[in-house]
């Protein structure tokens, strides 16, 4: 037995206060009036007090209480024995099969290591493969039979995912903590530095394992890649749309010249030239480029030369479309709010959408079902065929966006959704007289900017109650200002206020331009994602309600999925790079390009200390005990703290009550006397 911290058994002597309370006991004498003392005889009264101890098990309880608080600063601690090292030592081969282990001739040289170390591991002993990729795939159980250890090295392919040295330790801990061995860890790789994870404390290793690296990675670490392609993923005139390609340099002391090429469903389009600064990026942008109507493959390469050839390609994908139309009834007296959306979809640039306007007066007749959303702004009366027709539309799957203001505010209730309408408040625009909006949902796809509504002035507010629903945003006061509800199979939104210059000044603020893009895509259906996505993001295939089988192509052309698993899958994790098409019952095909992370392609190893310092975290050997001695690999150190706070506070506890207790008996004798 030890102690870390042993100069504060000096706290130990505080024992002497309860037994110097206990000892000590106060007589109390109340003068009595008496008539003489002439006849009582003069005798002198004895120094000598005769004491005894009382109370002894509240006396004992704190003796204990102070001589635990003492053992408790002091950290006592006790040497065992070490269970986890006794036994034959446990070796891991883990082969790194990332993305950037595609450099010429490093995964093979790797095996091969990889091999050695099988069959150098001793007669016996016991040897376990996996392979590091964007997780741990464990290839073997532990074992000591040389022909599957060396069959599951051989069957070791270069994947498309990112190292990740973190989860390596995580593995190892884990094994660790099951086997009670000792573990000797060989890690084969390149040493990328971008493995390392954000924070060192996930690289710790258990206490007794052997960490030993193997570096395979080309003396040459000079690289270019094609780093990102700006594109986006919904297209109705190509030649409106910007292409933007980022190459990127790695460990180039001088620029360079490179050749992009952009390519089409296999053909090239455009050819440019770019000059790359060393460690730096260079841009080139495409413009004026055709493309068929439906779903289209993309590639942008550059002409080869370094290391790793794999990264200089980098697909993405588009669909191009016919423009659908938007129905937008509108108040006939207030246009305005017409004017600023047509010149916000304009600033958008290349949108799948076109307005068609017309007067709520003027709807009877129409078929909503013919639009890919409905607007109404601010619409005070509608036919009533029409708003029937509009509901039946909603209940179908449609969708529905209505604004309120002036007009819609001599209405009782809210358009389809019947929510009451309560007033209408005009703030005015002199001096500070209006209202912001606060509480803005940043999670949802119409405000998912966080500025989207931001300093927006609002001078008049149409309050409105809504029912169960989704809201949105809301105004300084709490009143609701946005809000969305389920109405059957669509959905419908209300927005509190109007879309113009007269009701609030949103139209004059940088984010108007967003908020409808993002509007009209997410209430026309349209798809906002990316051209391009990086190797293990994830795809849903059906929400919770659906049963319907989905069917994912991958790069090879063949399903990705089993029978059952094209029925009970929610989502599917894109593992390689390549075109994966997603074709789920009663929809449209849909096309995503998936690509490495690029931050494979930085080859930059990891620095000898930082090895040095993993290394360290499995060290057998410790000097954290109070005296300095050094623990070898066959013991362990146990710190029993937690054990000890537990008796003080259960002695606390008891200490309480027996206190309380003798006090209450001491003040009954008092008060009986």
């Known amino acids: 037995m030890g102690f870390f911290s042993p100069w504060f058994l000096v706290g130990a002597l505080g024992i002497g206060l309860p037994l110097w309370l206990h000892l000590l006991r106060r007589h109390k004498t109340e003068p009595r009036e008496f008539s003489s003392l002439m006849f009582f005889e003069q005798r002198q009264q004895s120094s000598v007090k005769h004491r005894r101890l009382r109370y002894l098990l509240l006396l004992a309880m704190r003796i204990a209480l102070l001589l635990l608080l003492a053992l408790l600063f002091a950290r006592p601690y006790f ?28 995964l093979e040289r790797a095996k091969t290591q990889a091999h050695s170390l099988v069959a150098s591991r001793g007669a016996g002993g016991q040897a376990q493969v996996v392979a590091l990729n964007g997780s741990v795939e464990v290839l073997t159980q532990p074992t000591s039979d040389p022909a599957g250890l060396d069959a599951a090295i051989d069957g070791i392919v270069p994947g498309d995912g990112k190292t990740s040295y973190g989860e390596l330790a995580r593995f190892v801990r884990t094994v660790a903590a099951n086997a009670k061995v000792p573990i000797e860890l060989h890690l084969i790789g390149d040493l990328q530095k971008t493995g390392l994870p954000p924070g060192f404390a996930d690289l710790q290793l258990p206490n007794g394992t052997d960490l030993q690296v193997h570096s395979v990675s080309a003396t040459e670490t000079r690289n270019f890649a094609v780093e990102n ?15 933007e390609a980022t190459i990127a340099s790695y460990q180039t002391t001088e620029p360079t010249k490179k050749t992009v090429t952009m390519m089409i469903n296999g053909q090239t389009v455009q050819t440019k030239e770019v000059t790359i600064p060393a460690f730096g990026r260079g841009r080139v942008e495409f413009t004026g480029l055709d493309a068929s109507f439906g779903l289209n493959k993309g590639e942008v390469r550059i002409d080869s030369g370094d290391v790793l050839a794999a990264d200089d390609k980098f697909y993405f994908g588009f669909e191009r479309v016919e423009p659908r139309k938007v129905l937008v009834a509108h108040d006939s007296r207030q246009a305005r709010s017409l004017t600023y ?6 600033s958008a640039g290349d949108t799948p959408f076109t307005i068609e306007s017309m007067s709520c007066e003027t709807t009877a007749g129409v078929d909503p079902s013919k639009y890919a959303f409905v607007m ?21 799957g449609g969708s529905v966006f209505v604004t309120l203001g002036f007009s819609s505010a001599s209405r009782n209730k809210v358009p389809l959704t019947d929510w009451t309408i309560e007033t209408s408040r005009y703030e005015g625009r002199d001096g500070e007289r209006f209202l912001i909006a606060s509480q803005v949902d940043a999670g949802h796809p119409v405000t998912r900017r966080a500025d989207a509504l931001d300093a927006v002035r609002f001078y008049q507010i149409v309050r409105f109650t809504p029912g169960p629903s989704r809201t949105i945003a809301k105004v300084g006061d709490g009143g609701a200002l946005l809000s969305e509800v389920t109405f059957g199979e669509g959905k419908v939104m209300v927005f509190g206020s109007t879309l113009d210059n007269l009701a609030n000044d949103f139209p004059l603020h940088a984010s108007f331009v967003p908020f409808v893009e993002h509007m009209f895509n997410y209430m026309g259906g349209t798809s906002e994602k990316p051209g391009a996505v990086p190797v293990a993001s994830s795809a849903e295939l059906r929400n919770a309600k659906s049963n319907a089988a989905a069917e994912v192509i991958g790069p090879t052309g063949k399903s990705e999925l089993s029978l059952a698993e094209s029925t009970r899958a929610r989502s599917f994790t894109f593992a390689h790079e390549g075109f994966y098409e997603i074709r789920r019952a009663n929809q449209k095909p849909e096309l995503f390009a998936v690509n490495a992370d690029r931050r494979e392609s930085d080859l930059t190893p990891v620095t000898q200390d930082t090895i040095e310092a993993w290394k360290r975290t499995g060290s057998t050997t410790v000097s954290s005990t109070g005296d300095g001695r050094l623990l070898d690999e066959r013991e362990k150190l146990y710190d029993p703290w937690r054990i000890l706070l537990f008796v003080l506070v259960l002695i606390v506890a008891a200490e309480t009550f027996i206190g309380s207790r003798y006090l209450s008996e001491s003040r009954d004798s008092e008060a009986a006397s």
């Open 79 to 106: 040497i065992t024995e070490n269970p986890q090292v006794t036994g034959n030592k446990l070796r891991i081969v883990a082969v790194d099969r990332s993305f950037s282990m595609r450099t010429s001739g490093a």
């Open 376 to 396: 109404l702004g601010d619409c005070g009366t509608l036919p009533n065929t029409f708003e029937a027709d509009l509901r039946k539309y909603a209940q179908a």
């Open 341 to 346: 959306l047509k010149a916000a979809l304009e």
């Open 229 to 243: 392609v700006r594109a986006p993923g919904v297209v109705t005139d190509p030649k409106k749309v910007r292409f």
